[in-house]
């Protein structure tokens, strides 16, 4: 990580590349076309931890966004702010729409505290080497499991109709690591259905893991 | 469970007395003065895995609260929605303040993403029985030492300034947990007076888990 100073105009997101909780904001940064300059912290080698970091985000953690001149820190508390002081395009169905809103947030948050925390990378290396994959597998399954029964009354185009919100990005980063735990997306057809049309959006092509500087040129390959 | 209509004047909340995302839910509503008829679903038991619970939630937890003739689920879910349709008293600060709302959300992702879901029932069960209150410990830890940190900037009375807000209640429910592993409180004196000052409220006290219908009368006694 390089200096910076708080304030500044051209916001700064601190992200490492495989991270999905980057990659909500990588996302919807883009979607709501708001450039911004990647600082790139290395999870492999603890830099998430270091004593620079840990003034940006106590949490250990990225990603962390510098807009404002404020530091805020946990991807969905992230997203809301974004929402909040940049509502287009909107992230979220209408205010004159409560239940709507929250089939979205409901989703949201069944991958970003059900799924996506009991398997990051702080978790699986408590782990035995040999039980991360299967644990990973375990967790994601419930997860899209759930998102998929309620997809099947939600659904449209994306997971609530056919707007782009919170509950797509959600389910956007958290398809990098179904796919690296081997989680067999014909259980879950509408979900990866969804994915798929993601993808069609530069905003999402643009934030995925293999598109960023931080990916090791030997990952690319590979993938 | 017993039968029930999905539409009802009368909010419906299905709970489990330790359950600390019910706990959330059963303090907002009692703090937004919205009286509810609890339904008990024994997690002990796999009640939440019936295919009677798994109608109303598809995620197999609890809380499910049944309000305005919807079933909500995904506890962040429905303190967005209670707030967004019941503003008074206000759990978030002002609209006018989104920096503020984001710290508020931040310190309840912070519990409700990277602590509740790592050390809950489903998750402790895969691990050895000898290692599952050390794993609680570590989760905790790891969130609480960010949260006083945090904490450090924003507290007044509660977590954020004065008011009561989203950040107090999800701390309130993962202070249970912390009890029971024995974490440390010493370490987190901002979170132990807060803790000590939300329980001063009859919301908050009526809502702890000793305070439930569904709690044996031996852990009462043994408490």
Redesign the interface.
Known sequence: MTEQKVDTPKPILYTYFRSSCSGRIRAALNLKGIPYEPRYVNLLTEEQNSEEHLKL?????VPVLII?G?Q???????L??LE??RPEPALLPS?SD??R??VV??I???I???V???QNL??LR?LPADGRKP?GR?VVD??F??VE??LQKSAGRYCVGDQVTFADICVYGQMWNALRYEVDMKEYPILAGVYERLLELDAFRDALWINQEDCPAEQRQHS
């Not at 985000?57 to 953690?61: F, Q, S, V």
């Open positions: 985000n106590p949490n250990g953690k404002d404020l805020l820190t946990q991807s969905m508390a992230i809301e702010y909040e002081t205010r409560p239940a809103r929250a947030r409901s949201s948050d069944i970003a505290a059900d996506q925390p009991v702080g978790v408590r644990w375990w419930n997860g499991r759930a029964a309620i």
